[in-house]
C-alpha cells in the first residue's frame, strides 16, 4: 500500500503541473519533435509544455543515460523530475556506483513499463498510431504485440527506485503513487489529495508472471544458441564492427573504448601473415573479441534495456545474448544491477574468498 491519486486529468497536463506548481525548476520527459517522433527533453519552468509523450512506446536513447550527461561532474544545482522507465532508473543506479551520475535534486517518476518498440517503427512508420493498441493490451493487462524482445521477456517492468510511480497496466486511468517522502513532498506542492492504495493492480502482477515465463523460454533458447564458439559465430558472425550496440549502451560508458583504441591497428605484416597461415581473413578483424571484451566489462550491470539490439544495423539479437549472459553472471554474483545504490559492484569489489569451487 502507498499514497495514491488519479492521475486528474492526462499524463502530460499532470507532468506540467509540477513545473507550474514550482514543484520542480525542470522536467525530463520523452517529447514529441515532430508528428511521431519523440526524444527526451529537458524543459525549464519557463519552457514550452506542448507534446509531452511519457507513455509513448519508443526509447529514443536511454534515460539514465541522458540524466548522465547532465549530472557526471555535479548533481544539478535546483529541483529536476525525471520520467524513466525502470530499466532507465536501474542503468541510472548502475551509472552512479560508476561514477558517471549523481542523484541529488533529482525527483525520480517512474512508469509502470509495457514496453518499447524497435526504433525503425518509429523512424519508418508513424509511431501515434500504435499509441491505442499498445495502451489497449495494457488496459487489458497482456504485452502489446510488437515491442522488443526484451522487452516481452522483461519482468522487471515495474518501478523500483523512484519517488513517484505512474501505473498504467490494467487501468483505464493512470494512477500515480507517491513512494518516497519526496514524491510526497512532491503530491503536496501540487495540492493533490492521495489516499491509501495499491501501487500496481491484479492485472500487473499477471502480466509479470506472464513475462516472466517468457523470460525463462528466451534465456533457455538463447543459451542454446550462443553454445561455444561455433555458436558465438553462428549469432555475430554478422557483425560488421560498427560498435553501435556499445555506442548506445548506457553501461559501456567509457570515452576511450580499448576496442577502438591503437591496440587493433595492425601492421600490413600481420594481415598477410594471417591470410599465409589461414587462407583466407574475414575482415573486420576481431568482432567476437569485441563482443566477449564487452561482455567481460559490463555483463554484471547490463540492465536488459534493449538499445544495443535496436541499434544493430545487421539484426543481431544483441541485447538478448546480454540478457542471457547477464542474468548468469548476476546470479553468480547475487547480483542485481540497478536494484540498490548500497549493492557494491561485483567487479570493483574485493573479497578475500569467493568462487572457491573454481580452484578445487
Ligand atoms: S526492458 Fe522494456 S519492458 Fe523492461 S523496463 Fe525496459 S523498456 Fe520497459
Ligand atoms: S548491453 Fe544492451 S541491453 Fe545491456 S544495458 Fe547495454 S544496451 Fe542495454
Ligand atoms: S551494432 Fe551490430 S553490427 Fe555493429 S558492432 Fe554491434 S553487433 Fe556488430
Known sequence: MARTAEVPQDLGSFLASLLESGAVDALMCPKFLSEGKVAHALIPRNGSREGLAPLFPFMPANGGRVVSRFTTEDPVDRPVAVVLRPCEIRALVELVKLEQAHLENLYIIGLECGGVYPMEKMTKEKGETHGEAYLDALRKGQVPQGVREVCRACDLFQPTGADVVISIIGRDKPQVAFL???????????????????????????????????????????????????????????????????????????KDCFFESATFDYEPLSYTQRVDKKGALRVPMDTILFHLGRMTHMATSCVACGMCEDACPMGIPVAQVFKTVGADVQELFEYLPGRSLQEELPLTTYRPVEFTEVEE
Do not use: D
Open 180 to 254: 518516497t517522502e519526496k514524491g510526497l513532498e512532491l503530491a503536496s506542492k501540487i495540492g493533490l489529495e492521495t489516499q491509501e492504495g495499491e501501487v500496481f493492480t491484479p492485472q500487473s502482477q499477471a502480466l509479470l508472471e506472464a513475462k516472466a515465463a517468457n523470460k525463462t523460454k528466451l534465456l533457455e533458447s538463447m543459451k542454446e544458441r550462443i553454445k561455444g564458439y561455433q555458436g558465438l559465430l553462428e549469432v555475430f558472425g554478422k557483425c560488421i564492427g560498427c560498435h553501435n550496440c556499445s555506442k548506445v549502451c548506457p553501461i559501456c560508458y567509457c
